[in-house]
């Protein structure tokens, strides 16, 4: 048996730092993505059909735009179907999954426990690359569990008619950070467009299956949700997500995924009366915390073994 190297301290980034343009894109990419809640339950359709209509009309932009960028999608991603398949099954799964528990629970919980990759998906990239975090790393997630442990808290209070909305939810985390776990191994070869639509097209037979074996109705009479579905979350907050992959650390992924609930907090708060409460806001200055933490510089870094597993840098 082979025996594992010594650990010592490092940041699973490859550079001293972020790029300023990927760090934007992340926040924007957060900002996009939390009000998919909002337009998944103003939807005239079924919720996994909402999901359906998510990728099928964003599919096709995303594909065209790759090959008028000179990418070949199909030919590049000779070697990596299998992957691509399993991150569009688990991304088909995970958006069933939110989308169902979006109508039977808050918009700030179901953000908030679909988004319970902000702690999976660090932890695998401190793992894949055989890493420690450094200390205000770790202060970071630390400050990061507590703010949403206090977010958390506010679930004691749940009815029973959203205690399944919230387990859904929670498992459309789970398989959420499956996805992007299979995403940035996409990464190593395919540049982020032709990877996002490759992954979005694998999705869009599972949903639809889904959606006529649940019975729900599939054709919106109304096209205004399901378009600004597509456009805010698969265009613009996928696109800059998958984009923002290929250049910083999977704990500046995760980190930032909790942008998502205050974002939706505001949306239910100002639509729906979903008014937040103290411990709300006492997260949410933590989490604040915890994202400046982490844009601090590690004084030493140095891998445990190389993984060969670097993200693709150009986008």
């Not at 359709?45 to 932009?61: D, E, I, N, Q």
């Not at 604040?288 to 693709?312: E, I, N």
Request: hydrophobic share 55%; with cysteine; aromatic share 8%.
């Amino acid at each position: 048996m082979h025996e594992s190297p010594p650990a010592r301290k490092s940041s699973p980034m490859q550079s001293g730092g972020a790029p300023a343009a990927a760090l934007v894109a992340i926040l924007l990419a957060n900002v996009a993505l939390a009000f998919g809640p909002l337009f998944v339950r103003l939807a005239d359709v079924g919720p996994v059909a909402a999901g359906f209509w998510r990728l099928t009309l964003a599919g096709p932009v995303l594909l065209g735009a790759a090959w008028a960028m000179g990418s070949a999608p199909i030919r590049s991603s000779r070697g990596l179907w299998g992957v691509l398949a399993i991150a569009g099954v688990a991304f088909a799964a995970d958006l069933a999954s939110w989308h169902i528990g979006i109508h039977r629970t808050t918009l700030a919980n179901a953000t908030l426990f679909g988004n319970s990759a902000t702690l999976i998906y660090p932890i695998y990239g401190f793992l894949a690359a055989r890493m420690w975090p450094t200390r205000p790393q770790a202060a970071a997630l630390l400050l990061a569990a507590i703010g949403a442990g206090l977010l958390l808290g506010r679930s004691a209070e749940l009815s029973p008619r959203n205690v399944a909305g919230d387990l859904l939810c929670l498992l459309a985390g789970v398989l959420y950070a499956i996805y992007f776990i299979f995403m940035a191994r996409a990464r190593t070869r395919l540049a982020p467009v032709p990877a996002l639509a490759l992954s979005s097209f694998a999705s869009m037979g599972p949903l639809l299956l889904l959606s006529l074996a649940l019975g729900e109705q599939i054709w919106p009479q109304n096209w205004g949700p399901v378009i600004g579905l597509a456009l805010c979350s698969q265009l613009i907050g996928q696109g800059l997500m998958i984009y923002a992959l290929g250049h910083v650390s999977p704990l500046v992924v995760g980190l930032t995924l909790l942008l998502q609930p205050i974002v939706s907090g505001a949306i239910g708060w100002s639509l729906y009366g979903e008014q937040p409460a103290a411990t709300d806001w006492i997260g949410a200055a933590l989490v604040a915390a915890a994202l400046v933490l982490v844009r601090q510089r590690p004084q030493r870094g140095v891998p445990l073994a190389p993984t060969g597993a670097g993200l693709k840098s150009e986008g």
